[in-house]
């Protein structure tokens, strides 16, 4: 089993998203110890914005280090993403990582009847980290367009992600602490 870890979050060792992506994929290697595990961090090694000569598919030296990004994402069983909320969506870092994925041809296509997903069956589990609560009437109602985002973009490749939610971790140490008892929570139902 290969897994592929993606880290987005600029924290560093504050990161809670990082310490559920962590949580995530020692599970998954407790179950299957033989996988084999690639990490991307977004926030040390940033990819640039995406340009016209650097779509994949292309030959510039640019457009070939997309095709890399996106030949590992295809190659993987299973993609751990975690996303901090940074002004109500996921970091930029990640938005350039989904740039050189979401890919006319290679994850999708329009078919006959409309747009198809071409990434059926891959299992992609995304640890989300959020401030404030964004449930109906709540500070955030109608902001949250990180978890939104996500589910749709990766829905367009045809994926169904798991979500992992850590919400009103600012809240107050209350809050942080019931947040993470959540999340943990869930990670341990995860199916190996
Ligand atoms: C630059 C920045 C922007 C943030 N913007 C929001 C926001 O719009 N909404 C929110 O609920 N929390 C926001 N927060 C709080 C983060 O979502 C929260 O700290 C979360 O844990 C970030 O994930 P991380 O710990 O993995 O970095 C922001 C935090 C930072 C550092």
Do not use: C
């Not at 961090?41 to 779509?55: F, G, K, M, T, V």
């Not at 169904?160 to 009103?168: K, L, S, Y």
């Amino acid at each position: 089993m290969k897994l592929l870890q993606i880290d987005s979050s600029i924290t560093g060792g504050d990161s809670i998203s990082r310490s559920l992506t962590a949580a995530i994929v020692a599970k998954l290697v407790a179950a299957d110890p033989a996988a084999t595990v690639t990490k991307r961090d977004l926030a040390a090694a940033p990819l640039p914005h995406l340009e016209l000569a650097a779509y994949p598919g292309g030959e510039s030296e640019a457009a070939l280090a997309s095709t890399a990004v996106l030949e590992e994402f295809l190659d993987a069983d299973i993609v751990v993403i975690g996303a901090p909320m940074y002004n109500f969506t996921f970091p930029s870092q990640l938005k350039a990582w989904l740039d050189r994925v979401i890919v006319a041809g290679r994850t999708f296509r329009h078919g006959p009847n409309g747009v198809e997903g071409l990434i059926p069956g891959k299992r992609v589990i995304i640890a989300v980290s959020r401030g404030n609560f964004y449930g109906p009437g709540a500070v955030g109602d109608g902001l949250e367009h990180l978890q939104t985002l996500l589910a749709g973009v990766f829905g367009f490749i045809g994926v169904t992600p798991d979500f992992i939610v850590a919400e009103g971790v600012r809240a107050g140490p209350d809050h942080l602490a019931a947040a993470l008892a959540t999340a943990n929570q869930a990670i341990t139902r995860l199916a190996a």
